[in-house]
T-cell receptor, first 116, second 114 residues
Framework: GAVVSQHPSWVICKSGTSVKIECRSL??????MFWYRQFPKQSLMLMAT?????????EQGVEKDKFLINHASLTLSTLTVTSAHPEDSSFYIC????????????FGAGTRLSVL | AQSVSQHNHHVILSEAASLELGCNYS??????LFWYVQYPGQHLQLLLK??????LVKGIKGFEAEFIKSKFSFNLRKPSVQWSDTAEYFC????????????FGTGTQLKVEL
């Protein structure tokens, strides 16, 4: 099956710094990528949808200036958490949809962000 | 807004027991339905999906699910679980014409004991 690589898998940062998370589709072209956030013992909540070459669409309640998303190519999307605070600590997961399989999302393994 | 409910948050079974995990969604339109599995330390993997046609769908690893439109349900079943089925299971829905946005249930943690 299609593979999505997410990096880093775990990051610890100081409050006020910015953190970039990469999401790469390794063996397919992802026209659309999604970013989710998962709180402990809760489900995945969609943060934003990004289409290659265009601005991301954010879900209600998600600050676009805080969570910067860039989808510059068909195989790479990045999420930058700007000026991170402890409340941003969470598990962030990305997924990609293959061009020819538009209804199926392939997920990365996630990034655990801890903000001190 | 659409929502997905998984009523069993934690399930503990012995090997060879039968499994049924409940999933209900609230939306009146046309939906696509998915079950994903997340093994410890691994990424979400697709178990099975329903788009249209036969409401009984078979997935990988012996899992199946039945779409019952009148009940807004898409329950996951397996006749005989194995220890290796220990994982977290998520039901998810997309709306036809909804841009492939997945709405997930809260997940069910399954533990299979030897």
């Amino acid at each position: 099956g299609a593979v999505v690589s997410q990096h880093p898998s775990w990051v610890i940062c100081k409050s006020g710094t910015s953190v970039k998370i990469e999401c790469r589709s390794l063996d397919f072209q992802a026209t659309t990528m999604f970013w989710y956030r998962q709180f402990p013992k809760q489900s995945l909540m969609l943060m934003a949808t990004s289409n290659e070459g265009s601005k991301a669409t954010y879900e209600q309640g998600v600050e676009k200036d805080k969570f910067l998303i860039n989808h510059a190519s068909l195989t790479l999307s990045t999420l930058t958490v700007t000026s991170a605070h402890p409340e941003d600590s969470s598990f962030y997961i990305c997924s990609g949809i293959e061009l020819l399989a538009k209804n199926i999302q392939y997920f990365g393994a996630g990034t655990r962000l801890s903000v001190l | 807004a659409q929502s997905v409910s998984q009523h069993n948050h934690h399930v503990i079974l012995s090997e060879a027991a039968s499994l049924e995990l409940g999933c209900n969604y609230s939306y009146g339109g046309t939906v696509n339905l998915f079950w994903y599995v997340q093994y410890p330390g691994q990424h979400l993997q697709l178990l099975l999906k329903y788009f249209s046609g036969d409401p009984l769908v078979k997935g990988i690893k012996g899992f199946e699910a039945e779409f019952i439109k009148s009940k807004f349900s898409f329950n996951l079943r397996k006749p005989s679980v194995q220890w290796s089925d220990t994982a977290e299971y998520f039901c998810a829905v997309t709306l036809t014409g909804g841009g492939n946005k997945l709405t997930f249930g809260t997940g069910t943690q399954l533990k299979v004991e030897l």
